[in-house]
């Protein structure tokens, strides 16, 4: 399968710029205290990769992976971790790195998943946030960039598994 029809929306330079400018406000909120940073796979190891190269903290780093599932027709999704983190959590900050935080279904269980784990803290830090899907209360720190809702790809994010190649970010029009 291929995907046609890709309109370019956000430029590599544009996301960069963006990155390094998170990496250093997160650099200067944690500064030496205990951090894991968790990468949720597999859409956010590009931005995950990026991010963590310019923080001047020197955090641990960690990868998790949800599995969801029920149709759209269920308004809620059972979701399970199909890798989980390695290293203790607990007494150490914790900062979640998304691709995209849509209805929030994903992230308010990991949060919730988590926070069980006894850490420090548990932040939120995701390139793309769609104000407009947004279903939850709990509060996202970091966000890089606010989207309509449109459906992106590019940059780790996928359709159907296609598109985390890109270098810049395109809205699926089909
Ligand atoms: P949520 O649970 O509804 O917040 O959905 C979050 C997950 O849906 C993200 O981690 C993505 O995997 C996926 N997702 C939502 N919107 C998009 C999009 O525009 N492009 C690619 N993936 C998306
Ligand atoms: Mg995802």
Do not use: W
């Amino acid at each position: 399968m291929r995907i046609t029809n890709l309109k370019p929306l956000i430029s590599e330079e544009a996301i960069q710029t963006r990155v390094k400018e998170m990496a250093g406000e997160i650099s200067t909120l944690y500064k030496d205290e205990p951090l894991v940073v968790v990468c949720v796979l597999k859409g956010a190891f590009m931005f995950f990769s990026d991010l963590v190269r310019h923080l001047t903290c020197k955090p641990e780093l960690d990868f998790v992976r949800l599995a969801s599932y029920g149709s759209a027709a269920q308004r809620s999704k059972t979701i399970t971790f199909t890798k989980d983190v390695e290293i203790p959590l607990e007494g150490k900050h914790v900062l979640i790195v998304e691709d995209i935080v849509d209805t929030g279904e994903s992230i308010e269980h990991m949060i919730k998943e988590l926070e069980a784990r006894n850490p420090a803290s548990v932040e939120v830090c995701t390139l793309f946030f769609k104000p407009g899907s947004y279903r939850k209360t709990l509060p996202i720190k970091y966000r890089a960039m606010e989207i309509g809702n449109e459906f992106i790809v590019g940059y780790g994010l996928d359709y159907d598994q296609l598109g985390r190649s890109l270098k810049d970010i395109y809205v699926v029009t089909e």
